[in-house]
């Protein structure tokens, strides 16, 4: 499949309630876009460039997370050391952020004008979708 190992936030796939903040794929429908083999290998290059950097990037949110938990955990209020896991966090899913966009850009330009205005169809749809669940809940 595309991405592999580090392209998800914790967790595993879909990462939990995190994983769309931590997790670094693109979200890009890319087995419904009939990629060619050239493309699919471009895109396979573009994730394995990234994959060092979605790797840390999991591991540190993986180390930041178990710290935010110790210090809400904690039998005392830290405020201090509460604040300050936060914001280590709070960069990382920034970082997450940054990340997932560079990749997504790097993986429309190998796209066709078509199948990038099928990308953006199949996401508005996905988008819809879960805004009426989300609705019903």
Do not use: Y
Request: net charge neutral; proline share 4%; hydrophobic share 40%.
């Amino acid at each position: 499949g595309f991405g592999g190992p580090g392209f998800r936030g914790p967790g595993g796939p879909g990462g939990g309630a995190l994983g769309g903040l931590l997790g670094v794929h693109p979200e890009l429908p890319l087995r419904a876009l009939n990629l060619t083999d050239a493309q699919e290998e471009q895109v396979q290059g573009i994730f394995q460039s990234h994959r060092t950097e979605a790797e840390s990037l999991r591991q540190r949110a993986h180390a930041a997370s178990e710290a935010l938990r110790v210090a809400t955990s904690a039998a005392t209020v830290d405020e201090a050391a509460i604040t300050q896991q936060s914001q280590a966090f709070s960069g990382l899913i920034a970082e997450a952020a940054m990340l997932r966009a560079k990749v997504r850009s790097e993986i429309l330009a190998v796209l066709t004008p078509e199948q990038q205005a099928e990308a953006t169809k199949i996401a508005a749809e996905r988008h819809t979708k879960m805004q009426e669940r989300r609705a019903k809940m």
